[in-house]
């Protein structure tokens, strides 16, 4: 079965209207599990939906490619691990003085994404692409601001600082891990986008449910006993989790990571609008500069193809 090749760009939308609705879903859970309880809870819980989606896809969805070779597990891997390490760093990155700082080097993951597909992968971007991302870039840089009354500076003469690093590692981890994604899906060669993304998904959460939930099991088992209690609500934020990731590694079967990143940036959009609707909240005019700025690099990696 053949898909059309435009079919990453309202997969990548739905991919990041159910990471919102995850991201929502999880921060009631942070509270309850901390914050790498509710990491937990997006793995363990997303693996059941994930086998659920992988049997839909083999029975209903043209069939499911050949058992995976040794590409395909190195790949997957990469992916799984980086988006663990990623998520520590960032943790870690907010119990910083500096925290805001971090945060926003972090979001130079879109040009990392690029850097690391061209070199891991050969994907080479456009010139109208690169600006696109780099447009997309400075727009999240906005929406994160280290100092509000001067960003570009503290961005300049802050790189060097521990919470910069440690952004900057962040960023890259997560880089890595849609490389590695999308690398996973090239491995299967010319196999059918939605069996490579159903097999690659729940290899990755098998593989992440297993890491991170071994690694709290032997430091902090009643994290753990804590997730298992809140089922209730874990599965709501599994599903979602489930949901988003599908479409994710959907979409890196079909369209190079940095695109598909970059049109992922929409999240942002649709959380401030929101945020908008139901809390009332006012963008300043650095915010509505920033939001300008996603919005134009958005369309330029969708209309510019």
Do not use: H
Request: glycine content about 12%; proline content about 4%.
């Amino acid at each position: 079965m053949s898909y059309p090749d435009w079919l990453w760009i309202p997969v990548t939308l739905w991919a990041a209207f159910a990471q919102t609705l995850r991201n929502a879903a999880q921060r009631g859970l942070t509270g309850k599990l901390g914050t790498l309880g509710a990491t937990l809870v997006r793995f363990l819980y997303g693996l059941p939906f994930a086998l659920l989606w992988l049997w839909l896809v083999g029975r209903y969805g043209g069939g499911l490619p050949p058992p995976p070779g040794a590409a395909f597990a190195a790949w997957v891997t990469l992916g799984a691990l980086a988006q663990i390490a990623g998520t520590a760093l960032l943790l870690r990155t907010m119990q910083e003085r500096n925290f805001a700082l971090g945060i926003a080097y972090s979001k130079t993951e879109i040009i990392q994404v690029a850097l690391f597909a061209f070199v891991a992968l050969g994907e080479w971007l456009s010139g109208p692409a690169l600006a696109a991302i780099a447009c997309a870039t400075a727009g999240v840089l906005l929406l994160s601001p280290a100092d509000r009354e001067r960003p570009l500076r503290a961005l300049l003469s802050g790189w060097t600082g521990r919470s910069a690093l440690l952004g900057l590692a962040s960023g890259t981890c997560f880089a890595l891990a849609s490389v590695g994604y999308r690398g996973a899906a090239l491995a299967y060669g010319d196999a059918p986008y939605l069996g490579a993304a159903a097999t690659g998904l729940v290899a990755a959460l098998a593989l992440q449910t297993l890491v991170l939930g071994g690694w709290l099991l032997a430091r902090s088992p009643q994290v753990v006993a804590g997730a298992l209690r809140e089922w209730r609500p874990s599965l709501f934020a599994g599903f979602m989790g489930a949901a988003a990731s599908a479409g994710w590694f959907t979409a890196f079967a079909i369209e190079a990571a940095a695109n598909v990143r970059t049109l992922g940036l929409v999240e942002l959009i649709f959380a401030y609008l929101i945020s908008l609707k139901f809390f009332r909240e006012r963008l300043s005019g650095l915010e509505l500069a920033g939001m300008v700025l996603i919005a134009l690099g958005i369309a330029g990696i969708t209309l510019g193809r």
